[in-house]
């Protein structure tokens, strides 16, 4: 790499950098803000816990949009400078100057290609459980906020008036229990002046300690009477993780592959066999199912129409989710390619312009090609998920359409 190419390129460099780092910040407390303000659930040490977590998420925003602003910048300073006529008419080609900066842009294409597979939706993950590390700590955070509390798989609903620290003021407790239909009810209920938990994970048990308690039962004379040793325990959820369950976000490339192959095999499958089954009992007469009559169980299978409806039902949405899947998959290859296309083009685009000051090259190249380019990737991104396209094809239109605008400018620059 001669002279030229290392002043250029440094420049380049420079610039990324500067607006890297600045993008980042910005990104950073603003997704911090606007997760505090949702969850309302993030101390001070939530916060800085999750600022490493988060950063991650925001590189594939931040890195190509800061790399096209350094390339239009600097290029269209160099070119309002006469430095590009200036390389001209020493004989050398003006893609002397660009091909150093089409080399940083496939670098970062390459890091943000792998990150994006593997780190950052690990990290994304990771920033999720800053707020689910602590049971003990999250289940207080949660009856704060929304003065209410139920997990998957915990037989307790917990409501509160209030709470101060690790005091409950006026809880009420209803225990649930299962129905022949598998839908949940309330059995008992228990209310109290005042509460505490204690939490045995040996155990996986959470033992309440309450003031003035009073327990109603809702499967006798539904009675209220007096909790005679004012505790009660009940077993935490097998799954502790069951509320911070992944995103399709947060699946790395290989969990897309698994969770790719079982919902095409759910949707290849599932229907296919209700309906095989279903056609062969109907074709013997039995239509339906007969248990037995007078207590005499006689066990005569026939067609299970809940489970033929159901699997009909389950077929739109294991399409939807293999639509989800790949179109995440695709995303994030599109996206970090981005970054070499924002250079191809970017680079030219800055030299055609030539502007000089900061503000200018803002307007007239950086501007109008993220004006075009986001729009496009949002609607390859809700026509894969909908199934209208192929997602490998609706999330490249965007590439697509800078590839074609850069195989335009080029001739023209290479004859300025």
């Known amino acids: 790499m001669g002279i030229l190419q290392r002043y250029v390129c440094g420049e380049v460099f420079r610039a990324f950098a500067l607006a890297l780092l600045t993008m980042t910040i910005i990104f950073v407390l603003f997704m911090v803000a606007a997760e505090a ?55 050398v080609s003006v893609m002397a100057v660009i091909w150093p900066t089409i080399f940083l842009g496939a670098a970062v294409s390459g890091f943000l290609w792998q990150t994006s597979r593997t780190w950052i939706p690990q990290s994304a993950h990771q920033a999720k ?42 809880p009420t407790f209803k225990k649930k229990t299962k129905n022949a239909d598998n839908t949940d009810s309330y059995s008992e209920t228990i209310q109290a002046d005042r509460a505490r938990l204690q939490f045995d994970l040996d155990n996986k048990l959470v033992v309440v300690h309450l003031e003035g308690a009073e327990v109603q039962n809702h499967e006798g004379d539904f ?11 009940f077993p935490l959820p097998s799954n502790n993780n069951a509320f911070a369950l992944k995103s399709i976000q947060e699946h790395t490339n290989r969990e897309l592959d698994a969770e790719l192959v079982i919902a095409k095999e759910r949707l290849a499958n599932d229907r296919k066999r209700q309906a095989i089954g279903a056609g062969f009992l109907f074709a013997s007469g039995r239509f339906n199912r007969v248990d037995g009559v007078n207590g005499v169980n006689w066990g005569v299978a026939g067609v299970n129409w809940a489970d033929v409806g159901q699997a009909a039902n389950q077929n739109s949405y294991w399409r939807k989710r293999c639509n989800e899947f790949e179109t995440e998959k695709q995303l994030r290859s599109s996206m970090a390619f981005g970054s070499l296309l924002f250079v191809i083009l970017g680079a030219p685009i800055g030299i055609r312009f030539a502007k000089r000051d900061f503000l200018s090259a803002f307007m007239t190249c950086f501007l109008p090609i993220i004006g075009l380019y986001y729009p496009l990737m949002l609607f390859g991104i809700n026509m894969g998920k909908e199934g209208t396209m192929e997602p490998y094809k609706a999330l490249w239109i965007s590439n697509l359409v800078l590839a074609v605008l850069a195989g335009w400018v080029y001739p023209r620059i290479i004859k300025y």
């Open 129 to 170: 459980l800053v707020l689910f590390k602590d049971l003990e700590d999250l289940i207080y955070k949660y009856l704060k906020r929304d003065k209410e509390f139920s997990a998957p798989g915990m037989p307790v609903f917990i409501k509160v008036h209030d709470v101060e620290g690790r005091l409950l003021i006026k």
């Open 223 to 233: 009675d209220v009477t007096l909790l005679p040793n004012q505790t009660f325990e």
């Open 37 to 91: 303000l949702r969850s309302r659930m993030l101390a001070p040490m939530d916060v800085l816990n999750l600022i490493p977590y988060v950063i991650p998420s925001t590189l594939p925003y931040t890195m190509p949009v800061s790399l096209l602003f350094a390339v239009t910048v600097v290029y269209g300073r160099i070119a309002g400078d006469n430095e590009i006529i200036a390389v001209k008419s020493a004989g």
